[in-house]
């Protein structure tokens, strides 16, 4: 049995269709254990001692259709160790509901309203959760950014009064995934680090940098100082092309090969020899 120390927050986008959780632990790989999250099913952040199978099952629950409220009910109804667990759920039009059993670890307790619910265990008070909750509610954003913004702030109030481990975010939308394959937008996670969540705000930085549909208007046309610059790092890279400002067939092709191995191809276009600037300016950094 898992006994996770850890704040979270389940949490619903419901005009943009996303569903999400973070969690922060002094605990290793809180995401393999507390965040289930679905497209149109809802979320679920399942802690304490930690009952896995919560996650599943409440999802399928809320995507028959069964509030939060009706699907923890049921989840908790035939478990004997309920008094262990501590769980979170966001259904699928918003709902909310939080459960705290009476011999979770002190501080443990909860809020949840309208699209959300906090819940944590072994934290140093309630102005963790309270924290949490502001932070949340005043953030203005995507849900990916407010919920991640929760955790800070649950942070900063004192967190897992043990201290830090790791931290996760996922964050489900239709067709949010690689590729619109399926529907996970985000899925990070530090499994065992000395300050996990500022490590989390770096991976969703990334994540912003590397998949984001920029605006047209953000597009770079690689002409110019700007194309020696680049054509200078392509070279001292390994990729032949001439330093001479001009976007030749050598230089498409070495551009070509640079942005697919840097892992950019969703954010610029070789053949018409554009990039988007922020990609820009972090190759420039990166490789200047």
Known sequence: MLHLSTFSIAACDIKAQAWGIAVASKFPAVG????WARANAGAV???SFANPS???????????????EETLSKLLAHDHEREQR??????????????TGKSCMKWAGGVHGAGYAIQ????????????????????????PERLFAALEAGS?????RRGKQSAALYVAKPRGGYGGHNDRWMDYRVDDHLNPIPRLGELLELHHLYFDQGPKSERVKLEGKLLKEMQKIMKRLGYYTPVNGEYDDATRQAFDSFIGNENFEQRADPKAGWIDGPVLDYLLKKFK
């Open 45 to 47: 952040a399942t802690q």
């Open 156 to 160: 900063r109030a004192g967190g897992d």
């Open 86 to 99: 501590q769980v979170g759920l966001v259904d699928a039009n918003g709902g909310s509901a939080i459960f």
């Open 54 to 68: 919560f996650g599943p099952r409440g999802l399928e629950m809320m995507a028959s259709g069964l509030s939060a």
């Open 120 to 143: 944590g265990n072994i934290l140093t008070g309630a102005e963790v959760i309270n924290g949490m909750e502001h932070a949340f509610l005043d953030m203005k954003g995507e849900l």
């Open 32 to 35: 393999a254990v507390v965040p």
